[in-house]
């Protein structure tokens, strides 16, 4: 048994069709508005965030390298520099890390510039000061000590550093971009 249909009920199938088929496409292009008002606004708060955190950074080290500039490169040197910053608990630790490992003045420079580049990382908030300094020290470190050694000296467990290595990195490379 087969249904024959009318010409009427395929006439009206087809008439429906197209009212939907409008109204579909009205909505494509209202779509296509937002998000080309979108892609306009996002581009514009990447340019206002990068240019704000270049202006920051570059404050930063020109502050650096004046403190720099008073004292002699020496390693011993730049270890006691760091006493004034002692309020904040993870430069405390840092220096503690800095004396551990007898870390370079280049490794010194760049922990100090990624821990103050952290400073605003609200996922790293509910870490200890230890823990985060000693993933800076490792990631400043990375080529040239290993993770167990790490772990070892900083009497911290090797799956933290695994975690708050990955956030500190994708915060960093969240704000490269």
Known sequence: MTKKHSKNSTLEAVRGVKSHLGDLLSQVRQGQQWKKKYTALNLEFM?????????LKFEFMKHESEKMKKRKCGVQEVKHQFHEISDDKMMQCLKELFIIFDASPQVCKAAMVMAHELKYCFQLMSKRPKTVSTCIMYICMKPHVDKKIISEKAQLSAPSINLTTKI???FLSGINV
């Open 47 to 55: 340019k206002l965030k990068k240019k704000e955190y270049t202006t």
């Open 168 to 170: 500190i990195q994708n």
